[in-house]
């Protein structure tokens, strides 16, 4: 069964993370799937669509018709219209030359660059927000475990010290 009107978001795993490519629907919280490939996250993610439409239908859930703004791929041209200053036509076309490609290309290749950084930095920004969630949890752990472990001090000696005023009075 297949859900077109889903919004699904595909990606790369971290070694850490155990590796392959991580399929999420932003629409249904908490629904996803994982695989070894793109296309396997995105076979295996149906099941979780399935399974997640199903679970909300048997609480009586309300299950999001389809994501309205969201178009599949294939729904797109691929070509686009772009004003630009004549100054920076110029220096594209320059720069075009100099790098022996068409200009076409050059822009799709600043796009993709520019697009790869800011995944790239989205990636970096939200691994470095799970450390430090990590390293915040480990600091109020281990001061959780001390607390708990004088907390048992302080008891075992309230309990030491009335056994012993029990036997004085």
């Known amino acids: ?15 850490e993370d155990g590796g392959g490519f991580l399929a999420t629907v ?3 919280p908490g ?8 296309v396997e996250a995105l ?22 018709e389809f994501d309205g703004e969201y178009k599949p791929f294939n729904e797109y041209s691929g070509k686009l219209s772009l004003r630009i200053p004549k100054y920076i036509h110029k220096k594209l076309a320059e720069k075009s030359q100099e790098e022996d490609v068409s200009i076409n290309q050059l ?14 930095l989205k990636s970096i920004f939200e691994h470095h927000i799970q450390n430090q969630k990590d390293v915040a949890f480990q600091a109020i752990s281990k001061q ?8 048992f001090k ?9 056994m012993h005023d029990s036997e004085i009075f």
Do not use: H
């Open 1 to 15: 069964m297949a859900f077109p009107n889903y919004k699904i978001e595909i990606q790369a795993l971290t070694l």
């Open 107 to 120: 822009i799709q290749s600043y796009i993709s660059f520019g697009m790869g950084y800011d995944q790239g």
């Open 43 to 64: 076979e295996n993610v149906q099941d979780a669509i399935k399974a997640w439409i199903e679970t909300a239908q048997e609480l009586g859930r309300s299950i999001p």
């Open 31 to 38: 629904c996803m799937s994982d695989g070894e490939t793109p």
């Open 144 to 151: 959780w475990d001390a607390f708990d472990r004088n907390k």
């Open 26 to 28: 932003p629409s249904l």
């Open 154 to 162: 302080r008891n075992s000696l309230v309990s030491t010290l009335s």
